[in-house]
């Protein structure tokens, strides 16, 4: 079993401003659809014109990008404080690997490259206690492969 480093509150400020930045993200997505669904009547035109819409929907997606670069710094620092850690889920994944090579059954493949990707999305996520079920999960696969 793993020990968990705790996280710290630096970590946990840039996930609670990603958070936020996606939160923002997503009302300015719905208020834009509703814009763009909406027309003025009188006119029959949209109520927002294609060049605003086109302004916001840019605004949408660098309000993102700024939430993706936080949760990668916060998974980074995460990833820096793994410690003994990282030596353990580096040889699982070496493991993986030699088994993937292996493989024979495609149904053995697809399930051991997905556990695989729950170990990492566990790590991406910065939040060391994700990582003790994707990495017990992982070992049990590779163990019975």
Known sequence: MMN???RSSTQLDLEALADSLSASADAL???LMRAIRQSAPEINQPAISQAAAQALFENEVILRQRANGLYLEAATLAAAGLGGMQQQLLNLAAQAQEKIRKID???DL???TGELLSLAAAVA???PE???APYEKLKARVESL
Do not use: E
Request: hydrophobic share 50%; proline share 11%; net charge positive.
């Open 4 to 6: 968990l480093p705790p």
């Open 29 to 31: 997505h719905a208020r």
């Open 105 to 107: 059954k495609i149904k």
């Open 110 to 112: 697809i399930a051991l």
């Open 125 to 127: 996520s910065g939040a």
């Open 130 to 132: 994700k990582l003790v």
